[in-house]
C-alpha cells in the first residue's frame, strides 16, 4: 500500500520560508516521478514542481527562483523549499508520485501566507 506523508505546513509571514516535506512508503521511491502540486480555494490544483527519478526538475513560473525541490532516495522523501513567500501561494499542498504511469496523492498540507 502506498502511502505519501506531507508535513511542514503552516503559517508564515509574506517573506519568510518553508520547507515542506513527503515521506513515502510501499513504493519503489528512486523509481518514481514526484511532484509538488497545490491548490487555493476556488482555484483548480496546480503543478508547483517535480524531480524525476534521475534528479532533473522543473518548476512552475510562478515560484522559479523561490522554491526548490529535492529528493533524498535514502529517506524515501522529496523537499520543497519554499523561499521569499507571497500572499499568492497561500494553498493546501500536495504530493504526488508516478510510478508505472500510476498516480499516488498524498492528503496535503496547508500552507498559509499572511501579508
Known amino acids: 500500500q502506498v502511502q505519501l506523508v506531507e508535513s511542514g505546513g503552516g503559517l508564515v509571514q509574506a517573506g519568510g520560508s518553508l520547507r515542506l516535506s513527503c515521506a513515502a512508503s510501499g513504493i519503489i521511491f528512486s523509481g518514481s516521478a514526484m511532484n509538488w502540486y497545490r491548490q487555493a480555494p476556488g482555484n483548480q490544483r496546480e503543478l508547483v514542481a517535480s524531480?524525476?527519478?534521475?534528479?532533473?526538475?522543473n518548476y512552475a513560473d510562478s515560484v522559479k527562483g523561490r522554491f526548490t525541490i529535492s529528493r533524498d532516495n535514502a529517506k524515501m522523501t522529496v523537499y520543497l523549499q519554499m523561499n521569499s513567500l507571497k500572499s499568492e501561494d497561500t494553498a493546501v499542498y500536495y504530493c504526488?508520485?508516478?510510478?508505472?504511469?500510476?498516480?499516488?496523492w498524498g492528503q496535503g498540507t496547508q500552507v498559509t501566507v499572511s501579508s
Open positions: 524531480i524525476s527519478a534521475f534528479g532533473n526538475t
Open positions: 504526488k508520485a508516478t510510478l508505472w504511469r500510476k498516480d499516488y
